[in-house]
């Protein structure tokens, strides 16, 4: 990753870049992707995340792959998470977002990208299913992570044990009120299926994204904070390749 324009520190074993430039921040961020397709080990699995955060990254994605021609037909994908009880053709669902700003615009191959079926028949077999194909595929090479408000990553709500696998959560209020805008009156749903923290512990290199000043509190936590299921993202302090690239807002409650 360039360091040039990001400021670069350690805080707890974890590195962190800080960024006055948002653009260079996704611009780094795609780095180690592309970085895989072109000389990883040929198969690289991806862990993709969704929210507002990911929408510029995937807009840099999507215009890199039509720049330089690099090709996902060999890569796979999962992604961390899918509201319980929703069609993948509802706007609001992540199968919906991951369609409409990724997979439509790149050559990954059939049935390479997944999410947890979030209108499977039996959520507890779809997340114990995706917790095996996850397993299956070698586990995550590189995972994406936003960060809640409230400390969470996926659907990991505070308080989720650390050794938790993929399974289906009750959203937090705090987290329904947060996505509520992405759909219309009374269809937010209740539940969610996500990948677990040791789920995403598993990944070889993990990459965590937050700006703005509603992320301060939530990132300073985690880095500085106790490493407590309260603050799920605090789990990440436990890995060994895990970088937080910030803008400068989101990283404003950092101590020095
Ligand atoms: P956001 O979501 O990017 O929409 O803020 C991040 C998250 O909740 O993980």
Redesign the pocket.
Known sequence: MSKLAARGRMINGMSVLVYEDSKALYSDAIRPLFGMLRNGNGHPTFGF?T????LPFYRAVVSEFGRNGDSFRKARAFNLDEYWRIDPKNPGSYAFYMHSNLYSHIDMGPGMAQLPRGNAEDPRAEARGYEGRIRKAGDVDLQYL???RNG??GFNEPGTSFRSKTHLVKLSPRTRE?NSQYFSNGDMPRKALTMGINTILRSREIVLIATGEEKSAAVMKALQGPVSPRTPASALRLHSRATFMLDEEAASMLRR
């Open positions: 995340a929210g507002g955060t990911f936003g960060i809640g969470h990553i947060a």
